[in-house]
């Protein structure tokens, strides 16, 4: 059979070369694009504002997939993610979508690494308003977040510490400390849900900056 499909383009080829020309150069430009994406890195669409001031609502931004397979997350790192409470096709097809991103319908985050493996982490909340990440007992400074007064109040169903982030995973923040769903609600990033880290913003083009530490 796939000596007869062979043979029948061959043949449509020779009738219509301009439109198998056009066929060809498809499929090697669609090949490439899933390549690219599979092993170097892909185009994220950023849809809140739980990263103001770094990024904000209509982002577009490039997310490399390469260095997470040789080196670990760096605290400032910004990430792409799936948080654990979604849940993940983990069979090959699920894989395979996930990376290609053709029929991946797994809901994704944007945040960034505040806490790192073995760190001792807390969020201290004082008299004046202001909220600060303690890590191993020391004020993380945070130029980058949109405001120490602006937070979400912690409570007791929220990780605020003070805790010991487990190995293998991460505690992830939004710079949008007041409107962001990240890590105080639901917990620590394991390491294997990570997609890719945030490197710059190529549009619109008056955003365009370097979003790496």
């Known amino acids: 059979m796939l000596k007869e499909l062979k043979e029948k383009y061959n043949k449509f080829g020779e009738e219509h070369p301009t439109a198998k020309e056009w066929i060809e150069t498809f499929i090697f430009v669609f090949v490439m694009v899933i390549l690219i994406r599979y092993f170097l890195c892909e185009i994220r669409w950023i849809p ?26 760096q605290r400032g790192d910004i990430l792409v993610f799936y948080p654990p409470f979604v849940k993940i096709n983990k069979t ?20 960034r690494v505040v806490g ?11 008299k ?42 991460y505690f992830m923040m939004g710079d949008n400390r007041g409107n962001s769903e990240d890590s105080r609600f639901w917990g620590f990033l394991p390491e294997y849900r990570i997609v890719g880290r945030a490197v710059t913003i190529f549009w619109p083009l008056n955003r365009i900056k370097n979003v790496t530490k």
């Open 48 to 73: 809140s504002g739980s990263m103001k001031p770094t990024l904000i609502e209509g982002d577009r931004i490039v997310v490399e997939r390469v260095t997470h397979f040789y080196k670990k997350p």
């Open 92 to 111: 090959p097809l699920g894989i395979l979508a996930r990376r290609t991103g053709i029929g991946c319908n797994d809901v994704a985050f944007i945040k």
């Open 116 to 126: 790192l493996p073995g760190e001792k982490v807390e969020i201290k909340n004082f």
């Open 128 to 169: 004046d308003g202001r909220h600060v990440v303690y890590i191993n007992d020391k004020p993380l400074e945070e130029k980058y977040i949109l405001s120490e007064y602006d937070y979400v109040p912690c409570s007791d169903t929220m990780y605020c510490g003070p805790m010991i982030v487990p190995e293998g995973k």
